[in-house]
């Protein structure tokens, strides 16, 4: 078998291609909890914090001379990272749980048992005539 009908063969399987599918929606949602966060949730976060901007916040470890530019330490695009990913963690878990309940709720109503064959009721039936005698 040639190495190109067996990548053929590894890519046409049904996991690889729903992993694909996933790792699209889950750029294109990332995308739109970025946009949420620093469009929506931060600015007011940073209002109550006394106008702060997350995004620009940094401290100069050296100064710009010349044509070198400053290094930063830019520890405001690490506090937006981390409420980006607090959001798309709670955001999955609240998927995850709604799966969860709605398979718990599948489970618990079991099939109710089968009725007896007509067979197995007869004899139910003489059994419980001897019995009686």
């Known amino acids: 078998m040639s190495m190109m009908s067996e ?10 291609v729903d992993m694909a599918v996933g790792i699209v929606i889950g750029g294109a949602f990332g995308k739109i909890v970025s946009s949420f ?31 070198v530019a400053a290094v930063t330490l830019n520890y405001g695009s690490f506090i937006q990272t981390v409420v980006d990913f607090v959001i798309i963690a709670f955001a999955i ?29 007869l004899l139910t039936e003489i059994r419980d005539l001897l019995k009686k005698e």
Do not use: Y
């Open 7 to 16: 990548f053929r063969e590894f890519a046409m399987r049904g996991n690889v």
């Open 37 to 67: 966060v620093n469009d929506v949730l931060m600015p007011p976060i940073g209002m109550a914090v006394g106008g702060v901007d997350f995004s620009s916040l940094a401290i100069t470890l050296k100064e710009a001379s010349g044509d």
């Open 93 to 121: 878990f609240m998927v995850i749980k709604a799966m969860n309940s709605m398979k718990k709720k599948e489970e618990a109503a079991p099939a109710p048992p089968p009725k007896p064959s007509a067979e197995e009721t």
